[in-house]
């Protein structure tokens, strides 16, 4: 059985920066994708990176583009999160997930995740 544990949230600044990572065991992540989706108080929860663990493919909210950059390290079975230029809006609970490796479909909503993290808490506040 995959598990996913998140880490790396916590308070930052506006403007400021984080690095999230997600450490799976249990399982390889061979033939996957992996990646982030968010949840903010009130809100769904919604796609914020995945990547493709056979091609290194990633797709990007709209909202998160050319602020956060997805990476893995197969050899760890980890990915990461980096998250620049931080803005109140991303405050949210991050929930590290794995699913198919479609480009198409990786990320889009929820129900593309067969696996789920706990979660970790970025709150972005001055």
């Known amino acids: 059985q995959l598990q996913l544990v998140e880490s790396g949230g916590g308070l930052v600044q506006p403007g400021g920066s984080l690095r999230l990572s997600c450490a799976a065991s249990?399982?390889?992540?061979?033939?996957?994708?992996i990646g982030w989706f968010r949840q903010a108080p009130g809100k769904e929860r919604e796609g914020v990176s995945c990547?493709?663990?056979?091609?290194?493919?990633?797709n990007y909210a709209a909202s998160v583009k050319d602020r956060f950059t997805i990476s893995r390290d197969n050899a760890k079975n980890t990915v990461y999160l980096q998250m620049n230029s931080l803005k109140p809006e991303d405050t949210a609970v991050y929930y590290c997930?794995?699913?198919?490796?479609?480009?198409?479909?990786?990320?889009?909503?929820?129900?593309?995740?067969?696996?789920w993290g706990k979660g970790t808490l970025v709150t972005v506040s001055s």
């Open positions: 249990g399982s390889t992540l061979d033939g996957y994708a």
């Open positions: 997930a794995v699913g198919a490796p479609s480009v198409r479909s990786m990320c889009v909503t929820p129900r593309w995740a067969d696996y």
């Open positions: 990547i493709s663990t056979n091609d290194d493919r990633a």
